[in-house]
């Protein structure tokens, strides 16, 4: 059983950072007794930047009108294919593809570049589209949430990413992104995939002034679900990154590397029915995913052979195999390649 609610504020309202990391260390090697750390390698591919949602905190989607209308984008299947073919060339296992909320992509877009691409690349796991996308594709194909996914999974998704949790706690929600999912509507579409055999991811952004309460608000509703359903596979908490955002703009700072860590530790020890949790390397630099695999973590995400969204905020971290390898040895660990369940392709 992980910590209680009132366990999880004692530790944000704590100063021993390192007994806390400690705490969420001993939880990890519980579950991961066999001292390996995984990785994998895949693709993050935006099919569009378009997007009707105008949140606050994000530097990478455009609306549909307007003059930022002439630098949005939607890739064309052949373009997506050939991004594809390229990951599997250098060895990755899977794509995770989102885009932003476009109401001329409905169901059969989607069904026709998912079969599209299991014909071509039948190994390539699809790991893709986040809650509110999958939401707006049920709206605007005028279909039952079930029905969509349903018939998504059909033509080839096999996976669904957390996207779009940032907090789950409606009041920051209304506050950060007034048009997004609302808490029960993420929730809704997380359980009836579980419900349809899926598994899935929980994430989470933080550090968009939300308070202590509100990110255990997070993790309850997580943890909830995970007991109901068993269908996360990951948990994966990364820190906002104000830059070019009109959340920025209003003077907010991104988290600092003790506030990312422990949320991470705490993430951990409440969330002990999940699996995995990831170190962020994307938002925090291989430094801080480093220290992360002593305060709770035990996967480091993906090499990422192509990211957007985060890159928008102006975060430009990179990384390669071979050093994410290192990162992990140096720490302690056996590095581990996985796929997107978490399944070990292999250990050297």
């Known amino acids: 059983m992980g910590i209680t609610r009132q366990q999880a504020l004692d530790c944000f309202a704590s100063d021993d950072l390192i007994g806390i990391g400690m705490e969420a260390d001993a939880v990890?090697?519980?579950?991961?007794?066999?001292?390996?750390?995984?990785?994998?390698?895949?693709?993050?591919?935006?099919?569009?930047?378009?997007?009707?949602?105008?949140?606050?905190?994000?530097?990478?989607?455009?609306?549909?009108?307007?003059?930022?209308?002439?630098?949005?984008?939607?890739?064309?299947?052949?373009?997506?294919?050939?991004?594809?073919?390229?990951?599997?060339?250098?060895?990755?296992?899977g794509v995770l593809m989102q885009g932003g909320i476009h109401p001329d992509l409905k169901?059969?877009?989607?069904?026709?570049?998912?079969?599209?691409?299991k014909d071509r690349f039948p190994n390539i796991w699809l790991h893709c589209l986040s809650a509110s996308e999958i939401l707006a594709i049920a709206e605007y194909s005028e279909l039952s949430l079930r029905d969509t996914i349903m018939r998504l999974r059909d033509a080839g998704l096999q996976s669904i990413p957390g996207g779009g949790a940032e907090i789950l706690d409606d009041d920051v929600r209304k506050r950060i992104a007034r048009l997004k999912c609302r808490t029960e509507d993420w929730v809704s579409v997380h359980r009836t995939a579980h419900e349809l055999g899926m598994r899935t991811t929980a994430t989470m952004m933080f550090g968009v002034g939300e308070t202590m309460e509100q990110r255990v608000n997070h993790f309850e509703v997580v943890r909830r679900l995970q007991e109901e359903t068993g269908g996360f596979t990951a948990f994966i908490p990364w820190s906002f990154q104000p830059n070019n955002t009109a959340l920025g703009g209003r003077g907010w700072e991104e988290a600092t590397s003790v506030e990312y860590l422990k949320t991470l530790a705490i993430s951990r020890m409440m969330l002990d029915n999940i699996e995995n949790v990831q170190s962020s390397w994307v938002t925090q630099g291989l430094k801080v995913l480093q220290m992360g695999l002593r305060f709770g973590g035990n996967d480091v995400g993906s090499v990422m052979l192509e990211e957007n969204v985060v890159k928008a905020a102006g975060t430009a971290n990179c990384t390669t195999e071979e050093e994410l390898r290192r990162v992990i040895r140096d720490a302690g660990f056996k590095p581990v390649q996985r796929d997107t369940?978490?399944?070990t392709l292999f250990l050297n």
């Open 107 to 117: 169901i059969d877009w989607f069904e026709s570049l998912f079969r599209g691409i």
């Open 341 to 343: 369940l978490y399944t």
């Open 28 to 93: 990890r090697r519980r579950l991961h007794p066999e001292g390996v750390v995984s990785y994998i390698i895949d693709r993050n591919i935006n099919y569009t930047n378009f997007c009707t949602e105008y949140c606050t905190f994000c530097a990478f989607y455009r609306p549909l009108k307007g003059k930022q209308a002439a630098e949005g984008y939607i890739l064309d299947f052949e373009t997506i294919y050939a991004k594809i073919a390229e990951t599997e060339e250098m060895g990755g296992t």
